[in-house]
């Protein structure tokens, strides 16, 4: 079965800490997707970054960070220098490749809720 | 260019009325998937649409829930005999369909549905 596991509700931290948001997933599958997303305030999911079950290369995009490591099944997403903009949910997601011709949905962990103070 | 628009925003209805709600995926987008994310939760999978075909709608909680895009493009959301458990905020995501994989899903703001 599917599942995302993010540990940690929530975390506070200060303008300009680094952060790391933990995320553990299980799948049966050879071939997935991993996803993140951001949830602010306002509501609207914004997606973060894609990455498919055979790409372990880690990524930087400016300040955020991503760290996958398949023998632990485990995609971490790290903020570096945290802002004040920064606060808001954050969600880890999987998806199975699709088969078939379809999409596969997204299961979603419950998300770690960030508040960064200045 | 737009993204997914959903519309209302937000939704206040008495218990057992129904409700319709609505989605404007991004032009162009062959699949489309609506969530259901209650208070404090992550967003749980309720149906998938290929343009006018609905593929998958394991996740609708009940026979209460039904979706439609009938010509491919728009989607609608309508819960019959609303509930008190239902409510929540419903999400509306659109992805291209491009082979083998699992595109990324673009997300709309959401409806809050609140039942009294």
């Known amino acids: 079965a599917q599942k995302v596991t993010q540990a940690q509700t929530e975390i506070s931290v200060v303008e300009k800490e680094d952060v790391t948001l933990d995320c553990v997933y299980e799948?049966?599958?050879?071939?997935?997707?991993l996803f993140w997303y951001k949830q602010p305030p306002s509501g609207e999911l914004v997606f973060l970054i894609r990455?498919?079950?055979?790409?372990?290369q880690n990524e930087i995009s400016g300040r955020y960070s991503w760290n996958f490591q398949k023998s632990t099944s485990s995609f971490n997403f790290t903020i570096t220098a945290s802002q004040v903009v920064d606060s808001a949910v954050y969600f880890c997601?999987?998806?199975?490749?699709?088969?078939?011709?379809?999409?596969?949905?997204?299961?979603f962990g419950k998300g770690t809720k960030l508040s960064v103070k200045p | 260019g737009a993204g997914v628009s959903q519309s209302p925003r937000y939704k206040v209805a008495k218990r057992g009325q129904d409700v319709a709600l609505r989605c404007d995926p991004i032009?162009?987008?062959?699949?489309l998937f609506w969530y259901q994310q209650a208070l404090g939760q992550g967003p749980e999978f309720l149906t998938y649409?290929?343009?006018?075909?609905?593929?998958?709608k394991s996740g609708l909680p009940s026979d209460r829930f039904f979706a439609e895009r009938p010509e491919g493009s728009v989607s609608t959301l309508k819960i019959q005999r609303t509930q008190q458990e239902d409510s929540a905020v419903y999400l509306c995501?659109?992805?291209?369909?491009?082979?083998?994989?699992?595109?990324?899903?673009?997300f709309g703001p959401g409806t809050r549905l609140t039942v009294l």
């Open positions: 799948t049966r599958d050879t071939t997935y997707y």
């Open positions: 997601a999987l998806s199975e490749a699709n088969y078939g011709g379809s999409q596969g949905n997204l299961i």
């Open positions: 649409f290929q343009n006018e075909a609905q593929l998958d």
């Open positions: 995501a659109s992805s291209t369909l491009q082979g083998a994989g699992t595109d990324t899903q673009y």
């Open positions: 032009s162009g987008h062959v699949s």
């Open positions: 990455r498919n079950s055979f790409d372990e």
